[in-house]
């Protein structure tokens, strides 16, 4: 019967706990994962204006060429991402993009200054939205066939709110501590710190489920 089809709220959550458990915590890796990406995003969408005005010195226009270069090269990198994590797997290409931002906020905070600096932003906007889009297929992934894929989404669209909304408080206490030079260290370490919990706890996590699936 059509009623069937519906669950209540509480087995709507009891169904996403069960699919927590069943993807033995890997789901759990992957919010945390993309918590750590929404503090680094989160904050240098904000700041990194403030950073071009005050620390390098730029005029409004200028400022607003970099935002752009900053937020709309994902347009084409986007697409790409998600084709090659379908065809590649999820792990590798979220560990490229994780990689990337890293790299190239170091290189930001190094050698940020005139044309190196422009470059810098366009590429560092090519893998600025690739995690989160790349972490919610995964989470599809997994809940595919269990009628909780809306509500899989909004849990991920919940965390990703909360920490990208605390993360210009807490640039603000870095950038205020240490200065603007500051504000691509911290972007490199909260993607360099959500890459080496990839590289560490899948790998165990798989090998701890595989190790309770043969018992």
């Not at 893998?127 to 989470?139: E, K, P, S």
């Not at 909360?162 to 603000?172: E, K, N, S, T, Y």
């Amino acid at each position: 019967p059509k009623e069937a089809q519906y669950r209540t709220l509480k087995e709507q959550f009891v169904a996403l706990k069960d699919v927590l458990k069943g993807s033995g915590n890997i789901l759990t890796v992957l919010l945390i994962v993309k918590a750590v990406a929404g503090f680094g995003q989160g904050g240098l969408l904000l700041w990194a204006p403030l950073y071009l005005s005050e620390n390098q010195g730029m005029g409004t226009f200028a400022v607003g060429i970099h935002v752009a270069l900053l937020t709309s090269m994902g347009i084409a990198t986007g697409p790409a991402f998600g084709w090659l994590s379908d065809h590649r797997g999820r792990v590798p290409v979220i560990m490229l993009v994780l990689g990337g931002k890293t790299i190239i906020a170091g290189l930001l905070a190094v050698f940020g200054t005139g044309m190196i600096l422009s470059i810098l932003i366009a590429a560092l906007g090519a893998f600025m939205f690739g995690v989160n889009t790349l972490i919610q297929a995964w989470a599809l992934d997994i809940a595919d066939g269990r009628r909780l894929e809306g509500t899989m989404m909004g849990t991920m669209y919940f965390v990703n709110m909360i920490f990208q909304g605390v993360a210009p408080l807490i640039v603000g206490f870095v950038v205020a501590a240490f200065g603007f030079s500051s504000l691509f260290v911290y972007v490199a370490s909260m993607n360099g710190f959500g890459l080496f919990l990839i590289v560490l706890l899948l790998p165990w996590l798989a090998h701890r489920n595989k190790m309770r699936s043969a018992d």
